[in-house]
Every structure is written in C-alpha cells, then in structure tokens.
C-alpha cells in the first residue's frame, strides 16, 4: 500500500504485485518511470534513515559491523544508534529490557526485538523472502548473487525462464563491498560495488528473478529427473537446470579466532606471491 497525490481529478488503477512486475516487464515506458521511482525512493529512505529498523550496537563489535553491512548491502533503511556516544542508547535498552551483552541488537517494527541475531533471522524478521514460493518447479536455480548469478538471472528471466537465486548472504558478493570498481564493462570512469551490483539486483527483480537471501545451498542432488538443492535451513527447491556461480575463495591467514575480529580489529592483504599479510 502507499499514499499518493494528485494535482487534478483522474482515475487510480489499484495493481496487484503480480500485475504491477507483469507491467514492468512489458511496457517499456512505464516500466522506465517505475524502476527509477523505486529506486530514487529507496535511496531518500536511506539517506535519511526512514524506517521501521533500529539498530543499536558498537562500532567496536564485529557483530554490529555485519548487521549494519547485512542491511547496508540489502538496500534496507535503518536508524543506527552507537552505544559508545547517542545519549537515547541506554533508554533504549531499558525499554526494550536488553543489555549491552545483548548488542548487536536489532528493533524490527513495533515490538520484534533480536539480540546478536544472524542474517537469515534478519532476512526472516523482515520479510525478504515471504513472497518467494519455494515449493515451485522453476526452470533455472542459479546458486550465488555476485555478479556472474545477478547476470544469469537477467538473461534467463529476461528470456522469459522462471528464475531463482540463491545467495547465502547478500546480493552482490565480493564486488558488493568493493569502494571502486574500474575495470567492469560500460562503467569508463567507475562506479562503487553497491552501486554496480544494486543496479543488477534491480535489473533481475525487474525481469521477474527471485532472490532467497540469507539462504545459502548446502547440496545438490543430481539422481532424479529434476535437480534439488538443499538449502542450509533444511528445506529444498527444485529445477530443471541449475548454475553455480559461487565465485572465488580467497585464502585467510591461519589464525585463531579469526571470524571473531576479522574487520573490527584483524585486517589482511595479498602478496604478489599469492600469499597473505597482515
């Protein structure tokens, strides 16, 4: 549902969801109007902080540092408040009776309140993937979002396939977190990670491509007339053709602890050699 303003009488056409994606893939005008509405309307919302999101954390927590990226790279707004300098912190906390052991914690609506939680409790709290019908028969599962997945689903579902994407994290993959990208095709003078991948999570949705985020696939099973992939909550979707399109592993120093500190306190580059540095 949303509000609108009219300047003088006209008629208003209600769209179901299905309806309102059939016309943008259809009509090339409108389809140019709505896209970038959305767009430019999610942006306000973010840079202005609109939403039902709170997140109240440390910058000293790796924890908030995830959460905050896990939204950031989803394209959802939030209020961030940081316990170490907003005054409203502690009220906060008392209020919705967590502590600061609690942190990162994550205020979702009027009353859902989720302490440390993990991407796919993010993911589930906000509704994500509720419009996805997982029990489906699509015609091509594509495993990974980064941006040889985002692609696929564009050319698939733009040639009219029932596509779906399965990212265990967030649209975009490495390339999401990248400051400047230079070297990519049709972008001379570069353009920022989020951006660049953003602009294909767009393009996909557009064309009808649905996205699992948070839901990463564990196995695949190639005995049986359709391929099933397992997903890592246990449950599994079903397709006629499948794409992996993972992407690279790059190797981590062979420290303890690691994931705890990695990017809040630990950070390594990459010899010529191949070898890593801290």
């Known amino acids: 549902m ?12 209600q769209l179901e969801r299905e ?16 896209m970038r509405a959305f767009m430019l309307r999610r942006l306000e919302l973010i840079a202005h902080d609109f939403g039902d999101v709170v997140v109240i954390g440390s910058t000293h927590c790796a924890g908030t540092l995830r959460v905050k990226e ?18 409203e912190a502690q009220v906060l906390l008392d209020q919705f009776h967590v502590s600061a052991a609690d942190v990162p914690v994550l205020i979702c609506g009027a009353d859902a309140v989720l302490r440390n939680p993990s991407n796919t409790q993010i993911a589930d709290c906000l509704g994500f993937n509720v419009a996805i019908d997982r029990t489906r028969v699509s015609d091509l599962v594509i495993v990974g979002a980064g941006p040889a997945g985002l ?5 698939g579902a733009s040639e009219g396939l029932d596509v779906l994407v399965l990212e265990s994290n967030s649209p975009g993959g490495q390339a999401g977190s990248s400051s400047r990208i230079e070297n990519y095709l049709g972008f001379p003078t570069g353009i920022s990670g989020l951006d660049l ?8 949705q557009k064309f009808g491509a649905r996205v699992l985020i948070a ?5 695949l099973a190639c005995d049986r007339q359709l391929y099933e992939v397992q997903i890592a909550e246990g449950s599994s979707v079903r397709a006629r053709a499948v794409i992996i399109a993972t992407g690279a592993e790059y190797r981590r120093p062979a420290l303890p602890n690691l994931s705890q500190f990695e990017g809040a306190g630990v950070y390594y580059t990459r010899h010529a050699d191949g070898g890593g540095a801290l």
């Open 197 to 204: 991948t953003g602009r294909a999570y767009a393009q996909a």
């Open 2 to 13: 949303g509000r609108l303003r009219v300047s003088e009488p006209g008629e208003v056409v």
């Open 151 to 155: 692609a696929a689903a564009v050319y």
């Open 70 to 87: 896990f939204l950031t790279r989803n394209g959802h707004p939030f209020h961030y408040i940081d316990l170490d300098r907003d005054a």
């Open 19 to 34: 309806q309102l994606l059939a016309l943008v893939q259809t009509d090339a005008e409108l389809s140019e109007i709505l």
């Open 215 to 219: 839901k990463g696939a564990t196995q």
